[in-house]
């Protein structure tokens, strides 16, 4: 009675939103989706740390140059350029540094590129130089202002609202979390997005390998309509990764399932591959006829 | 193996060819911009662009060959962002925005303009009054670091040295442009960067900037130095005051667009003005870096409270020009 009263009382749970994985769909001009992914926040930081690290060794290349030139001409102005580099250097590195790397064709700094990120408008048309400017005026605030209260001295109050103040900008940098599309502040003001967009090789067809090295292998309908295009997908990762380990399991677990009771002549690897030609036959026909088979429980 | 001929297969030895090609263009544009690629070239590309989208399409509803699917969306996801990329040829651009593009988003910003300038006099004027009433109050808007002694306990002479110190006093000129450069365009960034916060800490920002400069003036007026202190403050003043103030503007207008978006979403209302205030804010950055001239040489090198005014009055009268007086004829051109 209580316990059922209790179960009343409690609201019905909200139906839960399935965890985000970071695709989006984008729509090109032409109508075609390109399906982009939005890059993670660890990725962005880590594509930021790059970039600091390249712009710390470029300041400190200058430096050692004008030392250099100071000490071969004798000029006592060299600690006066080195002061010169590291405040108008330090700003113009930090700020043209990323907008002249985004602005060109690559869209994106040697750390995003090394992270396989870039940068794009999030309406889907052209990134501006407006755009771009606007999103690394806006890292001012982002990066650099919780550093400026962190180190501020100061006692009693002072102190107190110098911490209170590294809290409120610590916001900024942890704004990113807390919208689906990980946007900092920058990007929300320029309207842009920050994207993932690695290049890939074009690898070759598994299926093109597979029948040529066992030749002999043959599957009946039966056996080949055990799986669905899911369990295709992972073998297909499975037979790329090459992983031995793997490879000797997944074999077994499919001559199991298919009840492959004759000795394996060949090796797993080439008895994966077959069955990875045949099943990917089967199922792109039957696509072909309008059934995709989704997972080896769509039972057509 | 008649039965092992796949339909995915023929599709792509029929087409591989051509997204090889797309695939080492790319590679060339991303390594080197758009010079890199000869007239064919470019007009090959958007060609070649739209087969490899048709290629996804197509392979996306026949192939189940995860890694072909990968390849073309990465493909066509490169190639997309050549064909509708940020394309600009940077001394075209230049001087669009120098002659057109920066006046015309500084007037779009007047209201603006107009609120900030009337914040930072608000702040100099109160500043002013408080401290020619009481000197204790110049120790509440300017800290220590920046007065180097300049303040209520200094001595008549120390103030107009300070005034006149030669180019020996600061031999460092180089240094010292720089630094007055990076610390003003910081805050400059800021007010324009912390506008998104609902315009408040820009408002502060301007006004405290306006009440440093009232308390160093009344300080420099009971002495007597009224008019020298002006002409030492406002050789690079001008300049340097007009930036924080558009900055200023910039801010507001963010942080206006996302308190009151009107009738679009507070995102689209917040980027829409954060480019267009982003454009003004290029253009500040610029003329910080004149003032950090100004204030780093010019200021050292000329003594004289008439040239000094003088220059001051040039500058105002330069910029107000530059940026306000009616371009019939640009505008024109520009709307057409």
């Known amino acids: 009675m209580t316990a059922a009263a209790e179960a009343r009382r409690r609201k019905p749970p909200r139906p839960r939103r399935p965890p985000d994985d970071g695709w989006r769909e984008f729509v090109t001009p032409e109508g075609v989706d ?47 350029a080195a002061m010169a580099i590291w405040l108008l250097g330090a700003f113009a590195l930090r700020n043209f540094y990323f907008i002249g790397f985004e602005l060109r064709p690559g869209g994106a700094t040697p750390g995003k590129r090394a992270t396989g990120l870039r ?10 130089a407006n755009a771009v400017f606007a999103r690394n005026a806006m890292r ?21 609202l110098a911490a209170l103040s590294a809290v409120w900008s610590g916001v900024f940098v942890l704004f990113p979390l807390f919208n689906r599309d990980r946007l900092r502040l920058g990007d929300l003001a320029a309207g842009t997005m920050v994207v993932k967009a690695p ?17 002999g292998l043959a599957f009946t309908e ?36 298919i009840g492959w009771d004759a000795p394996l002549e060949v090796s797993d690897r080439a008895f994966l591959g077959a069955y990875y030609a045949g099943l990917r036959a089967r199922l792109e026909a039957r696509m072909l006829f309008g059934h995709r088979r989704a997972d080896k429980f769509d039972r057509p | 193996m008649a039965e092992l001929q796949l339909k995915s297969h023929r599709f792509r030895a029929e087409r591989e060819a051509d ?45 189940l060959d995860q890694g072909l699917i990968a390849y073309l969306e990465s493909l066509c996801t490169r190639a997309y962002f050549f064909v509708y990329g940020a394309r600009s040829r940077p001394l075209e651009r230049l001087a669009g925005f120098f002659l057109q593009e920066w006046p015309r988003a500084v007037r779009g910003l007047w209201r603006e303009t107009v609120v900030s300038a009337g914040l930072m006099i608000l702040g100099a004027v109160g500043a002013f009054l408080l401290v020619a009433r009481d000197p204790d109050w110049f ?10 002694g300049r303040d209520p306990t200094a001595t008549t002479a120390f103030l107009r040295g300070t005034l006149y110190e030669g180019p020996d006093a600061h031999h460092a000129l180089t240094t010292l442009a720089a ?68 900055a200023g503007a910039a801010g507001f207008s963010i942080g206006w667009s996302v308190a009151f978006p009107g009738d679009r979403t507070r995102v689209d209302a917040a980027s829409e003005a954060g480019r267009r205030a982003a454009m003004v804010m290029a253009g500040v950055v610029v003329m910080l870096f004149v003032a950090g001239l100004l204030e780093g040489f010019a200021r050292q090198l000329i003594q004289n409270d008439i040239a000094r005014l003088s220059i001051a009055g040039a500058t105002a009268l330069i910029w107000g020009l530059y940026f306000y007086f009616p371009r019939p004829r640009l505008r024109a051109g520009s709307s057409a």
């Open chain 1, 34 to 80: 390109l399906r982009l992914k939005m890059a993670a926040y660890a990725e962005r930081c880590g594509a930021f740390l790059i970039d600091l690290l390249i712009i710390a060794g470029l300041l400190i290349v200058l430096t050692i140059l004008a030392a250099v030139v100071a000490w071969r001409t004798g000029s006592t102005y060299g600690g006066e």
């Open chain 1, 119 to 128: 940068v794009a408008a999030r309406d889907g048309g052209r990134l501006t």
């Open chain 1, 140 to 160: 001012e605030i982002e990066v650099f202002l919780p550093p400026i209260f962190l180190f501020m001295g100061g006692q009693g109050v002072d102190a107190g």
């Open chain 1, 199 to 215: 290049k890939r090789v074009l690898r070759p067809d598994l299926a093109k390998d597979g029948p040529t090295i066992v030749g």
């Open chain 1, 222 to 257: 039966a056996q080949l309509d055990a799986y669905g295009v899911k369990e295709l997908h992972v073998l297909e990762s499975v037979l790329r990764s090459g992983q031995r380990g793997a490879i000797t399991e997944v074999s077994e677990r499919i001559r199991r399932k």
């Open chain 2, 19 to 63: 997204w090889r090609r797309l695939e080492t263009l790319l590679n060339r544009v991303e390594k080197g911009g758009a010079r890199r690629l000869d007239r064919d070239e470019l007009v090959e590309m958007p060609v070649l662009y739209r087969q490899a989208l048709s290629s996804l399409s197509m392979a996306r509803a026949i192939s």
């Open chain 2, 139 to 148: 120790y509440s808007f300017i800290p220590e670091a920046l007065a180097h």
């Open chain 2, 179 to 246: 630094f007055l450069f990076t610390h003003n365009a910081q805050i400059a960034l800021f007010a324009f960067a912390l506008g998104f916060a609902l315009c408040l800490p820009t408002a502060a920002l301007v006004t405290m900037n306006g009440a440093m400069l009232g308390a160093f003036l009344a300080l420099f007026y009971a002495h007597g130095l009224g008019l020298q202190s002006v002409g030492w403050l406002m050789i690079h003043g001008v300049t340097e005051l007009f930036a924080v103030t558009l």
